[in-house]
């Protein structure tokens, strides 16, 4: 059964979409020439850092500093340094970028569920309306039934 609970209620103004719109433009244009974009292949090919080699890596970072003679002679101390630091940076970014992201979809989530609840309420109706004869309801109904076509679960024929 379809509820009609009403979880959300809200009028974002469209200029607060505008000015949200044009600050994370602003923060991809900023951020534009020191992003890397990567192929599925050549994010499946690399080491992932998580928690604990986040942590790893800062403690080596530190380890660099109070025993360099530790480094290898091929380790580049420059480019990992600023390798780090890159995380360093980026991650609260990244994590405030993916929170936002998230309570974006929830809420487009929740208002759509919501808005189809009411499209399907003011589709039975029209329906009804319809079957009923009244004359301005049927081409109401046909125009939105088109939307609603059920699309039935077409079994394929197992091969033998």
């Keep these: ?3 009609t609970n009403n979880q959300i209620s809200v009028e974002i103004p469209q200029s ?3 000015e949200v719109a044009q600050k994370l433009q602003d923060c991809k244009t900023l951020l534009a020439p020191y992003l890397q974009g990567l192929t599925t292949d050549q994010r499946k090919t690399l080491f992932k850092m998580g928690d604990k080699t986040v942590a790893t890596v800062q403690k080596v970072k530190a380890y660099l500093e109070t025993n360099p ?3 290898p002679a091929y380790m580049d101390k420059a480019e990992f340094l600023k390798d780090e630091a890159v995380v360093t940076g980026l991650s609260p970014l990244g994590n405030l970028a993916t929170q936002l992201a998230s309570d974006i979809d929830d809420t487009i989530l929740l208002a759509g569920s919501e808005a189809l609840v009411a499209a399907l309420l003011y589709y039975g109706t029209t329906k009804e309306a319809a079957s009923k ?5 049927k081409p109401v109904y ?3 039934s088109q939307r609603f076509v059920r ?3 077409k079994t ?4 033998e």
């Design 1 to 3: 059964m379809m509820s």
């Design 16 to 18: 607060v979409i505008n």
């Design 69 to 71: 003679e530790f480094a």
């Design 133 to 137: 004869g009244i004359a301005t309801a």
């Design 142 to 144: 046909d125009d939105l």
């Design 151 to 153: 699309k039935g679960n």
């Design 156 to 159: 394929v024929p197992k091969k």
